[in-house]
């Protein structure tokens, strides 16, 4: 898709579209309407904006679209292609992973995030490990940065399918 055909949707379906690179309905309506776009570089400081001002509601939405690192969910090629990495660890690593991810979520409450595209499984267990040692205020400010990395690289996808 091109900029010019995002901009062009009707906005139920841009909603749509964009909603598929991050899970929060406010985020995604932001942008909706924020459009036309000149630039990708301006869809891309726009979804910035938007997320700098999502609640932490807001936040626990944008993680629901998000599985566990090394965890695969029916019908998510997306995030199955961002951790394609920990597909092909050892199962001990893997298994490392999934402890970590459950020690995680008991000490903030939710998924671990992390933008996982490129990065290999002991990467990921030791960036992991290293936030477990975060506050939850220095934490959400992580998993704010985190999450638009990932938006970022949606959306340059999104622009880049034919």
């Known amino acids: ?39 990708a570089d301006e869809l891309y400081a726009e979804a910035d904006r938007a997320l700098a001002a999502l609640t932490d509601a807001d936040l626990k939405d944008a993680l629901d679209g998000h599985p566990r690192i090394g965890e695969r969910r029916a019908g998510d090629a997306t995030s199955a ?4 990495a920990v597909s092909a660890a050892e199962a001990d690593l893997k298994a490392a992973l999934a402890e970590g991810n459950r020690e995680y979520e008991r000490r903030f409450g939710h998924v671990y995030l992390v933008a996982a595209s490129g990065r290999g499984a002991e990467d990921l267990l030791a960036d992991l490990r290293a936030r477990l040692a975060n506050d939850a205020t220095t934490e959400w400010s992580v998993l704010r940065t985190e999450l638009a990395k990932i938006n970022r690289l949606r959306l340059e996808k999104l622009l880049d399918n034919p």
């Open 1 to 39: 898709m091109t900029l010019s055909e995002l901009n062009a949707l009707p906005d139920a379906a841009a909603y749509r579209e964009l909603l598929a690179c991050c899970g929060s309905p406010s985020w995604a309506r932001q942008l909706t309407a924020a459009r036309p776009f000149a630039t």
């Open 81 to 84: 292609r961002e951790q394609s």
